[in-house]
């Protein structure tokens, strides 16, 4: 699925989503792709962890501009077209 997609988009789920969610990512600060990725945020599902992982950003744990590569928004059209104007994050871990 990862090879065919142009981008990646997760919706709110469990730990399942949570998996292929943090494994796409590392994969893209691993440099093995290079496309953008989203969060739908339905009536705010994301928000804890959004907050977790600007935690991690503080602890210098993440970096910052891997933290901005979750691109993020409550519609679907939003994050679509945020999908589709993305550029490529070119700063491996």
């Known amino acids: 699925m990862a090879e065919l997609s142009d981008g990646l988009m997760a919706l709110p789920g469990g730990l399942g989503t949570f998996e292929e969610l943090f494994e796409i ?29 600007d935690h991690a950003v503080d602890q210098q744990l993440l970096k910052s501009i891997h933290r901005e590569q979750l691109l993020l928004s409550d519609g679907l059209e939003t994050l679509m077209s945020q999908l589709l104007r993305a550029s490529p994050v070119s700063s491996p871990k």
């Open 25 to 53: 990512w590392t994969w893209s600060q691993l440099g093995m792709h290079a496309k953008p990725i989203g969060l739908l945020n339905v009536a705010g599902y994301f928000d804890r962890l959004l907050g977790f992982l």
